[in-house]
């Protein structure tokens, strides 16, 4: 599954997603389920809870990898991005806030890297397989 917090996400979270369907795995999209909007996300978790493996991007807080990683049964690989406004300092501040996450199994990779959240996805689905 490829989650993205806000449509401003959405670029990042569409590298994911694309790379994974080229790459033959079917990709369950959930778009605009950040926590500013927690009632999206929960109504989604049968979801969240049959994935395989969960790619989270956010940006602003970066706060959706550890709500997510939380109620996942999966790995859940945290993708922060470079968009938002005000001290999110291009990616930095979601970064920060992704590998200080504090719920088991949530791992993160750089800012904006939609690809590589799907290739480290990908591996996991073959090792669990």
């Known amino acids: 599954a490829v989650l993205c917090a806000g449509t401003s996400d959405l670029p990042v979270a569409e590298?994911?997603?694309i790379t994974l369907e080229l790459a033959g795995v079917p990709v369950e999209r959930l778009y605009d389920v950040g926590v500013a909007g927690l009632h999206r996300l929960l109504q989604q978790?049968?979801?969240v809870r049959k994935a395989k493996v969960v790619i989270?991007?956010?940006g602003m807080d970066g706060a959706l990898p550890s709500v997510v990683?939380?109620?996942a049964r999966c790995p859940v690989?945290?993708?922060?991005?470079s968009?938002?406004?005000g001290a999110a300092f291009n990616g930095v501040a979601p970064l920060l806030t992704m590998l200080n996450a504090c719920a088991p199994g949530v791992s993160v990779v750089n800012i904006d890297n939609g690809f590589g959240a799907a290739t480290c996805a990908l591996k996991i689905a073959e090792v669990r397989r």
């Open 56 to 58: 989270c991007v956010a």
């Open 45 to 47: 978790i049968p979801v």
């Open 77 to 81: 690989i945290a993708c922060p991005t």
């Open 69 to 71: 990683g939380g109620l």
């Open 15 to 17: 590298e994911a997603a």
């Open 83 to 85: 968009v938002g406004y």
